[in-house]
């Protein structure tokens, strides 16, 4: 291989790394909603896969039956983050040119 080659090689991976790097960034700022329960339970989640936020409708709150409002709130945050994650990847495979490439989602 030669010289050329091998720095051609090397500013598309440094090319690559920084487009990655902008997608991560950016991705704190998008986000995706979940609910469950017909819409008693909402999540927000960031590109990050992190809980932004959570709101659960005060009707939905009830003492005598705990283990519901649990399983709603459980239902609606995975939701969040398995849209959370399919963002991420669209976002990486417009990047990749649709490569799947290990360790990137």
Same mark, same amino acid.
């Given at each position: 291989?030669?010289? *050329? ?12 790394? @920084? ?7 950016? #991705? ?5 909603? #979940? #609910?469950? $329960? ?8 960031? $590109?990050?896969? +992190? ?6 409708? /005060? +009707?939905? %709150?009830?003492?005598?039956?705990? +283990? ?5 709130? %459980? #239902? ?5 983050? *398995? ?6 990847? @669209? ?6 040119? $649709?490569?799947?490439? /290990?360790?990137?989602?």
């Amino acid at each position: 291989m030669s010289k *050329k080659m091998l720095g051609d090689i090397m500013r598309q991976a440094q090319m690559f790394q @920084e487009q990655m790097a902008k997608i991560q960034e950016e #991705a704190g700022s998008r986000t995706v909603e #979940a #609910a469950s $329960g017909g819409g008693m339970v909402n999540v927000v989640a960031n $590109g990050r896969g +992190e809980v932004i936020l959570l709101k659960i409708e /005060p +009707e939905v %709150v009830n003492p005598q039956d705990i +283990e519901m409002l649990q399983d709603l709130i %459980v #239902a609606a945050v995975n939701e969040a983050l *398995k849209k959370s994650q399919e963002m991420m990847k @669209e976002e990486m495979g417009r990047l990749t040119g $649709g490569l799947k490439i /290990p360790g990137l989602f």
